[in-house]
């Protein structure tokens, strides 16, 4: 066919066209006019050439290994040639398989870009190193937890991450936010997830969290592996955070540390704007809170009360924590019930109330006056007037507390 006959040199004669003149005039076949003058009348329909892969007939069973468990592209290459006997090359299976996980992590990307109150998202910054201005360490971790769609945050300073201290920053949240998502998404993490029950199939709720779950009213999703962006908002979150290495040995206790965390907290909502939502999350949340469901806070408050029991000593102190504290002396050798909450621990004998402590984190020793009088008593000191026990007892204390004094510490140890 020649490609220099072109509608524009045919039509020079006019609209009447000779084809078989023009085809004498430019030499060509009269057909070859007549392509050009009907294109449609010689266009065919093309068929479309149907590819077999190697990998055709085993794309349902890798495809089911991958919505199942972590298994990497070697992985599934050894169980196909093995099993299945499987002729291809390693590089068609990893292919396919890593353009199937980006298929997956995108489909589950698109279903938790939530609705309004829908769902919320949960993680730790662990394991935080920062010194006050004393050079003293801290090791600290901060709960975070954000709003789907409006990326309002709670953030919270802990030092563990326990059961009731996870209960505890959940339902701090709750009061923060004025109730919970339909559902909270978390990582794999042991104080929500049975590790010794689940696998990569099937995943297992322990019983504390699932009964948790159920008396504040959500439902607990778990992240599977190797889809960290179905849980990305969090995660940006949880980088956010260390902003406070910035403020290593330039705050002078705990309390201006925790006060440094809120403001950030505040900050983050109210001051800065979310690239993800290109607006400040206060400005979302005032559409999103009316969508929370609201919560029972009384039944929450007890899974966050802590109770353990400790054998008190010979000094008459129990240790809780690394912190000796002071009991009457008549309960040395019987077993004392610490409940812990709100910052202070309470002491019982067999559900008996014997006293409280301020939590002090300060001061190794921690004690009533009485009963240290007590402990002397019952010691060296028990033929001693109550004017000579109390000099003593005024020297000791002024003493120990010239210690502390000397550190830099309050000297007020006193209950």
Same mark, same amino acid.
């Given at each position: 066919?020649?490609?220099?006959?072109?509608?524009?040199?045919?039509?020079?004669?006019?609209?009447?066209?000779?084809?078989?003149?023009?085809?004498?005039?430019?030499? +060509?076949?009269? &057909?070859?006019?007549?392509?050009? *003058?009907?294109?449609?009348?010689?266009?065919? /329909?093309?068929?479309?050439?149907?590819?077999?892969?190697?990998?055709?007939?085993?794309?349902?069973?890798?495809?089911?290994?991958?919505?199942?468990?972590?298994?990497?592209?070697?992985?599934?290459?050894?169980?196909?040639?093995?099993?299945?006997?499987?002729?291809?090359?390693? @590089?068609?299976?990893?292919?396919?398989?890593?353009?199937?996980?980006?298929?997956?992590?995108?489909?589950?990307?698109?279903?938790?870009?939530?609705?309004?109150?829908?769902?919320?998202?949960?993680?730790?910054?662990?394991?935080?190193?920062? $010194?006050?201005?004393?050079?003293?360490?801290?090791?600290?971790?901060?709960?975070?937890?954000?709003?789907?769609?409006?990326?309002?945050? !709670?953030?919270?300073?802990?030092?563990?991450?326990?059961?009731?201290?996870?209960?505890? +920053?959940?339902?701090?949240?709750?009061?923060?936010?004025?109730?919970?998502?339909?559902?909270?998404?978390?990582?794999?993490?042991?104080?929500?997830?049975?590790?010794?029950?689940?696998?990569?199939?099937?995943?297992?709720?322990?019983?504390?969290?699932?009964?948790?779950?159920?008396?504040?009213?959500?439902?607990?999703?778990?992240?599977?592996?190797?889809?960290?962006?179905?849980?990305?908002?969090?995660?940006?979150?949880?980088?956010?955070?260390?902003?406070?290495?910035?403020?290593?040995?330039?705050?002078?206790?705990? &309390?201006?540390?925790?006060?440094?965390?809120?403001?950030?907290?505040?900050?983050?909502?109210?001051?800065?704007?979310?690239?993800?939502?290109? /607006?400040?999350?206060?400005? *979302?949340?005032?559409? &999103?809170?009316?969508?929370?469901?609201?919560?029972?806070?009384?039944?929450?408050?007890?899974?966050?009360?802590?109770?353990?029991? !400790?054998?008190?000593?010979?000094?008459?102190?129990?240790? !809780? $924590?690394?912190?000796?504290?002071?009991?009457?002396?008549? #309960?040395?050798?019987?077993?004392?019930?610490?409940? /812990?909450?709100?910052?202070? %621990? $309470?002491?019982?004998?067999?559900?008996?109330?014997? +006293?409280?402590?301020?939590?002090?984190?300060?001061?190794?020793?921690?004690?009533?006056?009485?009963?240290?009088?007590?402990? *002397?008593? $019952?010691?060296?000191?028990?033929?001693?007037?109550?004017?000579?026990?109390? &000099? #003593? %007892?005024?020297?000791?204390?002024?003493?120990?507390?010239?210690?502390?004094?000397?550190? @830099?510490?309050?000297?007020?140890?006193?209950?």
């Amino acid at each position: 066919m020649r490609k220099d006959i072109t509608i524009e040199k045919i039509m020079l004669g006019g609209t009447n066209v000779n084809k078989t003149q023009l085809a004498r005039q430019y030499n +060509c076949c009269w &057909e070859t006019i007549d392509r050009r *003058l009907n294109p449609e009348k010689y266009k065919k /329909d093309r068929k479309e050439r149907i590819y077999i892969s190697k990998l055709d007939p085993f794309k349902q069973i890798i495809d089911k290994k991958l919505e199942e468990n972590n298994i990497p592209a070697t992985g599934i290459y050894y169980l196909l040639k093995n099993k299945y006997d499987f002729k291809g090359k390693y @590089g068609i299976i990893r292919k396919y398989v890593s353009i199937k996980k980006e298929d997956i992590i995108t489909n589950l990307t698109i279903r938790f870009e939530t609705i309004k109150g829908y769902q919320s998202q949960v993680d730790w910054k662990e394991k935080l190193k920062l $010194h006050d201005s004393f050079g003293k360490e801290y090791k600290i971790n901060i709960f975070l937890i954000v709003l789907g769609y409006s990326r309002y945050k !709670y953030i919270e300073l802990t030092f563990d991450q326990t059961h009731e201290t996870l209960f505890k +920053c959940l339902t701090n949240a709750f009061k923060y936010y004025g109730g919970t998502t339909e559902e909270i998404l978390f990582d794999n993490m042991k104080t929500i997830v049975d590790q010794v029950k689940s696998n990569y199939t099937q995943v297992v709720i322990n019983v504390k969290a699932n009964q948790f779950a159920k008396d504040a009213g959500f439902q607990i999703i778990t992240c599977k592996p190797y889809r960290p962006r179905t849980k990305g908002k969090v995660e940006t979150l949880a980088k956010i955070m260390n902003r406070l290495k910035a403020f290593d040995y330039e705050f002078k206790d705990i &309390e201006e540390l925790n006060h440094i965390v809120k403001k950030l907290n505040h900050d983050l909502n109210c001051e800065e704007k979310s690239q993800a939502i290109d /607006d400040m999350p206060i400005n *979302l949340f005032q559409n &999103e809170k009316e969508y929370l469901k609201p919560v029972n806070y009384e039944i929450l408050e007890n899974y966050s009360l802590v109770q353990k029991t !400790y054998k008190v000593t010979h000094e008459s102190m129990i240790s !809780y $924590h690394g912190i000796k504290y002071s009991v009457p002396i008549q #309960y040395i050798g019987k077993p004392i019930t610490v409940k /812990d909450k709100d910052n202070v %621990i $309470h002491l019982y004998y067999n559900k008996k109330f014997i +006293c409280s402590y301020q939590k002090n984190n300060q001061f190794k020793y921690n004690y009533k006056e009485k009963d240290y009088i007590d402990i *002397l008593k $019952h010691s060296i000191f028990n033929n001693k007037t109550e004017y000579e026990l109390q &000099e #003593y %007892i005024n020297k000791n204390l002024y003493s120990l507390d010239k210690i502390f004094i000397d550190k @830099g510490e309050e000297n007020d140890r006193r209950n």
